[in-house]
């Protein structure tokens, strides 16, 4: 068993579940300690896990639709990557805008779908929109919603 270091975390609304990312690197593309895990907080073990990351997953958030529990990982490997947190399967990715490292993720819930906020390393914030009214069991796009935003500390 690989133990690996957790960078970041969040919970259900319901306090049911939680999401972890960690650190790790793909100097062998193995991914080792790339990945997010999705943990039961009533069983104590972990529900799924995703490995759809190259490099340490800085930024998670836990995010609930209509009908899906979701999970927001974003990287240093410049991703963010939308997927189910009961099955792993990827609902949408994009790639930060320059290269940016993806340091924190905010989600805010729109008419027919999402908003998220992307914090870089370089104090800037990009907002990414999702449309979930046309969902389909093929990937979902994302679509940038503005350029740079300068970061309000």
């Not at 907080?41 to 800085?58: A, I």
Request: glycine share 8%; charged share 15%.
């Amino acid at each position: 068993m690989c133990i690996f270091i957790q960078l970041c975390c969040d919970t259900s609304v319901d306090g049911n579940y939680f999401v972890v990312g960690n650190n790790g690197f793909s100097s062998t593309n193995q991914h080792d300690g790339c990945e997010s895990q999705v943990w039961d907080v009533r069983k104590g073990s972990v529900l799924c896990q995703y490995q759809g990351h190259s490099q340490s997953v800085n930024s998670c958030a836990l995010l609930s639709t209509d009908s899906k529990l979701l999970v927001a990982s974003g990287s240093k490997d410049q991703t963010l990557h939308l997927w189910d947190a009961t099955s792993a399967k990827p609902v949408a990715s994009c790639c930060a805008d320059n290269n940016l490292t993806v340091s924190s993720i905010a989600v805010q819930h729109i008419q027919d779908g999402l908003e998220l906020w992307l914090g870089n390393t370089n104090g800037t914030a990009q907002i990414w929109s999702l449309d979930l009214s046309q969902h389909t069991d093929e990937l979902l796009k994302l679509q940038h919603s503005t350029g740079y935003l300068d970061a309000v500390v």
